[in-house]
């Protein structure tokens, strides 16, 4: 079965770190780039971050951009998100999701984990 | 930044009903639209990529159209299933950036 496994969320301090993690299975890893989303409480849905398939290239949204760092590791068919300088504005629900496009030409997330809760408070 | 606008944000609707919902961009992004389902607790559901094709095991009820700036989601027959809220989002350019969604409730 495809599927990603999203761990690491939980309460964090203002100013606080925290390294997301997200487990792939049931499809090659490492040919595929891959995204982080996240999501505020009774809100949309906001892209965070991208990294293409050996990890050289990434792509920030502004808002965390000098704070958030993703990264992979496709021997441990693994993404990550390292989340330094947390704001209680990025209380959230994470997702990771998979591009299809590289692979099945298919120009969307196709795959989503089922999120890791993050929540920044005092 | 390419902004997406979607319409209504808020729709109240029957079974078997008819819905559209429109998602309008700020600038031209070609065909480069997918639309997006989530149920409350869920992760996204792919719906449609390429502004009209419809992802595997998706229901053919569900269809898209649209180019450059202005895009439409279709449900031609609301089941209850269906009941959720809608998101597009633009893969033409970085940074990519989602709707406000739609949030389709039973009448």
């Known amino acids: 079965e495809v599927q990603l496994v999203e761990s690491g969320g939980g309460l964090v301090q203002p100013g606080g770190s925290l390294r997301l993690s997200c487990g792939a299975s049931?499809?090659?890893?490492?040919?595929?780039?891959m995204h982080w989303v996240r999501q505020a409480p009774g809100k949309g849905l906001v892209w965070v971050s991208r990294?293409?398939?050996?990890?050289?290239?990434?792509s920030y949204a502004d808002s965390v951009k000098g704070r958030f760092t993703i990264s992979r590791d496709n021997a441990k068919n693994t993404l990550y998100l390292q989340m330094n300088s947390l704001r209680a504005e990025d209380t959230a629900i994470y997702y990771c999701?998979?591009?299809?496009?590289?692979?099945?030409?298919?120009?969307?997330?196709?795959?989503w984990g089922q999120g890791a809760k993050v929540t920044v408070s005092s | 930044d390419i902004q997406l606008t979607q319409s209504p944000s808020f729709l109240s609707a029957s079974i078997r009903d008819r819905v559209t919902i429109t998602c309008r961009a700020s600038?031209?992004?070609?065909?480069?639209l997918a639309w997006y389902q989530q149920k409350p607790g869920k992760a996204p559901k792919l719906l449609i990529y390429?502004?009209?094709t419809l992802q595997s095991g998706v229901p053919s009820r569900f269809s898209g159209s649209g180019s450059e700036t202005e895009f439409t989601l279709t449900i031609s027959s609301l089941q209850p299933e269906d009941f959720a809220t809608y998101y597009c989002?633009?893969?033409?350019?970085?940074?990519?950036?989602f709707g406000g969604g739609t949030r389709v409730e039973i009448k």
């Open positions: 990294v293409n398939v050996d990890g050289r290239s990434t």
């Open positions: 049931g499809f090659t890893f490492s040919r595929y780039w």
């Open positions: 390429a502004a009209s």
């Open positions: 989002q633009q893969v033409n350019s970085y940074p990519l950036t």
């Open positions: 999701a998979r591009d299809g496009a590289a692979v099945a030409g298919l120009d969307a997330f196709d795959i």
């Open positions: 600038q031209g992004i070609r065909s480069y």
